[in-house]
């Protein structure tokens, strides 16, 4: 459904952002409506760098804009380390991150990761840099999980593609280095953020940006945290979110039972105008009720709807959709067949 629902979009004059596509199943359709489909992998010749600054709004002077990208980067850089850690950072490896990027920033103008994991590792030896050469070591080598071993080559450079904003559909396809990666979360965050950061512009027209497979990104606290913020900004950025679920038993693995962290992502679920739900099992059923807000009737219709069957909640108002499909988008969509061209 997702996928007709965004093609159709096209043309009403929306643009389209697969903002990590884990099983590369949306990168021929990006290329058969005109847009690009930007794979990674290893042997390719694809990096996409991060740290890039992005869209510079109008009006911005050095010092404020400065100030924004510092800002974005320092989350970032956090938001991966807390992630690889399991645990959140300590003020002492926050400094230490923060010291980094700026010696960065002012010895390159291209920062990019090695030279940020090089900093924290190998500080300036004076006082300051004497303090956190030990309290930041450990953030160190997690980073470098990012720009050594399975995930090499990929955002350890400047970036080899510039971002588009004219092509009606853009989709970062991970296929090729998601299904043996432990770091699949983190991969989505730093492709996520690259495209992020060129999204920032209030005068860019409509979009949607699609987020498949999202408990990947849900169930680690400090990656949450960082879509929240995001999302609070949406709306004057003139930009569409969409969260793809399979089963929404699936934010279990979000925190523990009443903790802040499930709170906040079922707010995520809880905000959104529209939501959009097919056939569930009967042991799934209790799970999308109690996310969801689903009344009894609405409960009893979910385990016997058809194909292309699904109910609608715009809002508080309820409806029951038959999603019809042409022929010809139905072969392009048809996940079972061999449609995307990983070579």
Known sequence: MIKSLYTRSIAFGRRVYLAGDPKGEHSAIAEAVGGKAIRLGHGRNTRLNPLDEGYRPAGTSDTEWASMVASRRRDLLGALAETVLERRLSPLEHTAIDIALAETVRDSTTPILPMVVDRILDPTPDALGDLTAEDGRLVGHALRRLVAGDLSGLFDGPSTVAFDPTLPMISLDLSQVAEN??????????????????????????????????????????????????????????????????????????????????ALASSLLANAEIRIVYRQETDQI????????????????????????GLWRIKERAFLIQHQMHPDELEMFDTRGRLTDKT
């Open 181 to 262: 990666s432990s770091l699949i979360s983190v991969l989505m965050t730093c492709a996520s953020a690259w495209m992020a950061g060129a999204l920032l512009d209030p005068t860019g027209g409509q979009r949607l940006v699609v987020y498949d497979e999202a408990w990947r990104l849900l169930a680690h606290p400090s990656l949450l945290r960082r879509m929240d913020a995001q999302w609070r900004l949406a709306r004057h950025y003139g930009i569409s979110n969409v969260l793809i679920f399979h089963k929404l038993s699936d934010l279990d693995n979000v925190g523990d039972q009443g903790s802040m962290m499930r």
């Open 286 to 309: 209790g799970s999308a009720a109690q996310t969801l807000g689903l009344t009894g009737t609405e409960q009893s219709l979910l385990p016997s709807l058809g194909i292309g069957q």
